[in-house]
């Protein structure tokens, strides 16, 4: 895909009126985590792995989003989201069952564990996930397709776009304090945002994005 933001990174604000000090922390707490787990075992960490990049593939071109362990450490801290849907067990059982389930339905299916299976198997598994076809006594009763939108997809997504790698990939400049925005209308941005490439003109777009701060 082409680079909507070319010459943009968001790292850029760091030292910058758009960035505060507990910004900054926060940002380079997260630029910091380890790709490795403190929460699943080995086995679930596989699995976890394995389901991130199917639901976000990444480019080759770039250092990854450690999605995995932004979901892991998430566990691990228990950061609840202040809800939970009626079906589905807390946070950490949930997905440590439903793991567990994927895992079962790939063995049952395949004969072997999730993370072994060909990408085109993965999607499947996935889809059927997805479409509420997965059940059986590793799900313990908790629906597969709910367990599929309001755990698997709301937190591997909710990882990837807390990073600041996805941020300078979509054009955000991070949490606007102090310095805030004034340009509120479509269409306008103001001078410290990302500005978007449009066929033909990515270079002026480029020069653009280089000066951002």
């Not at 480019?59 to 362990?69: G, K, L, T």
């Not at 892991?72 to 809800?83: N, P, Q, V």
């Not at 591997?156 to 600041?164: E, F, I, Q, V």
Request: hydrophobic residues 35%; proline residues 8%.
């Amino acid at each position: 895909m082409p680079d909507r933001y070319p010459g943009y990174s968001v790292l850029a604000k760091r030292d910058t009126p758009s960035w505060n000090e507990a910004t900054r922390q926060v940002v380079d707490a997260r630029l910091a985590i380890a790709d490795e787990p403190h929460f699943f075992n080995p086995q679930e960490w596989q699995t976890l792995r394995a389901v991130c990049d199917r639901i976000v593939p990444q480019p080759s071109n770039r250092p990854e989003v450690p999605i995995a362990a932004l979901v892991d450490r998430k566990l691990a801290d228990d950061e609840r989201d202040g809800y939970r849907t009626s079906s589905l067990p807390k946070m950490q059982q949930a997905w440590q069952q439903g793991l567990a389930a994927l895992d079962a339905a790939a063995n049952s299916r395949h004969g072997t564990r999730y993370h072994a299976l060909s990408g085109m198997q993965q999607d499947s598994l996935l889809t059927a996930m997805q479409h509420g076809e997965l059940n059986g006594p590793e799900w313990h009763g908790m629906p597969s397709a709910t367990f599929f939108t309001e755990r698997l997809v709301h937190d591997t997504l909710a990882a990837y776009y807390s990073h600041p790698t996805a941020w300078s990939e979509i054009g955000f400049g991070g949490p606007a304090s102090p310095r805030g925005y004034v340009r509120m209308y479509f269409n306008r941005r103001d001078p410290w945002e990302a500005a978007e490439a449009t066929p033909g003109r990515e270079a002026q777009a480029c020069k653009a994005n280089e000066h951002v701060g």
